[in-house]
Nanobody, 121 residues
Framework: QVQLVESGGGLVQAGGSLRLSCAAS????????MGWYRQAPGKQRELVAV???????NYADSIKGRFTISRDDAKNTVALQMNSLKPEDTAVYYC???????????????WGQGTQVTVSS
């Protein structure tokens, strides 16, 4: 089983920055794509950013130029640097990873427990 644990959320003023981190642990044979999603109150969960095992990235239009996703495969971590934060970025941010615990296992989608990001105006 793979566990994902996020850290780094909090309260910040508009225009400020936060860095989210997510560490994968447990029985890990391989991790494919890793990413960040967010869910604001009353809204559906949406993709924020994703990074492939090859390092290619994809961002939601609403955060392009402000957020940067990165990964460290040696540590099984993924990070999201968030700059120029806006009140509309307020949400619970979830880490996601496609991983398999053994060579013979199928790829499964894993989620962290979420971390709250609140941006005040």
């Amino acid at each position: 089983q793979v566990q994902l644990v996020e850290s780094g959320g909090g309260l910040v003023q508009a225009g400020g920055s936060l860095r989210l981190s997510c560490a994968a642990s447990g029985s890990i044979f391989s991790i494919n794509a890793m990413g960040w999603y967010r869910q604001a109150p009353g809204k559906q969960r949406e993709l924020v950013a994703v990074i492939s095992s090859a390092g290619s990235t994809n961002y939601a239009d609403s955060i392009k130029g402000r957020f940067t996703i990165s990964r460290d495969d040696a540590k099984n971590t993924v990070a999201l640097q968030m700059n120029s934060l806006k009140p509309e970025d307020t949400a619970v941010y979830y880490c996601n990873a496609a991983a398999k615990p053994t060579h013979w296992a199928t790829w499964l989608n894993y989620w962290g427990q979420g971390t709250q990001v609140t941006v005040s105006s």
